[in-house]
């Protein structure tokens, strides 16, 4: 079940005004300009920014996610109509191979159990063609980040054209590691209704994932600092290799 941050139909709409510029994408485009790649899978492609550029380079591109209102949004935004957009995840779909599949931002980390992460592996493994790539990014365990979102507990206001003031506060409410639990809270000042969003990731230490994606029929070909937060995230490019 998405959470209600991607799949509220008030959340959603919102998401990217909250979200702001996503300098973290531009990576992304050059790695699919140096792999080659013509045809990309965006799994949990959210409102669908990361799709809309990979299309607007002339490549075929398949985006997926469970939240309907997310692929609301994301639909209209793409006034070209140059993605398909596809309500679901990547263990149930079918398509014809992709050279690339990407999962950008948190995706990698709210596959919470190793059985899912493993079937979301496959499910990716299954539809790329042969030595496609995963791009993808982790949030590093040792950086700590919930700390950080907890001492950045201040409420935060914007105006957003056709909706209104929208403040936003976020809360840590759970660490064990390797999870860490975290609650969204926006309040809609036009009616004054408050809706909250409850997430939980994944942190995966280095070896963790390296060995998911060996077992898993992957070899890694580089992992890279994510260069808009160096030090924070990893980001792993790897091919299938059976």
Known sequence: ???????????????????????DLTAYLGIADELGAE??????CGTGSLAILLARGGRTVVAVDPA????DVAKSKDTAQAVTWVHGDATTM???SADLATMTGNVAQV???????????????AILGPHGNLVFETRRPERRAWEEWAADAAPHTLDIPGIGSVERSCEVTHVNLPFVSFRYSYRFMADGAVITSDST????????????LAVQGYRIL?????????????????????
């Open 201 to 212: 990731l994944r942190f995966r230490d280095r070896a963790e994932v390296e060995l998911s």
């Open 111 to 125: 596959f919470l159990t190793d059985h899912n992460w493993a079937r979301a592996l496959r499910g990716v493994h």
């Open 222 to 242: 580089d992992v890279r600092e994510a260069p808009d937060r160096p030090g924070h995230e990893l980001v792993f490019i790897a091919e299938r290799t059976t």
């Open 68 to 71: 309907e209102a997310s692929l």
């Open 94 to 96: 079918s398509m014809p």
């Open 1 to 23: 079940m998405p959470d209600a941050l991607f799949a509220h139909p008030r959340l959603a709409p919102i998401y990217d005004a909250f979200d702001g510029d996503r300098d």
């Open 39 to 44: 045809s990309v899978l965006d799994v949990g």
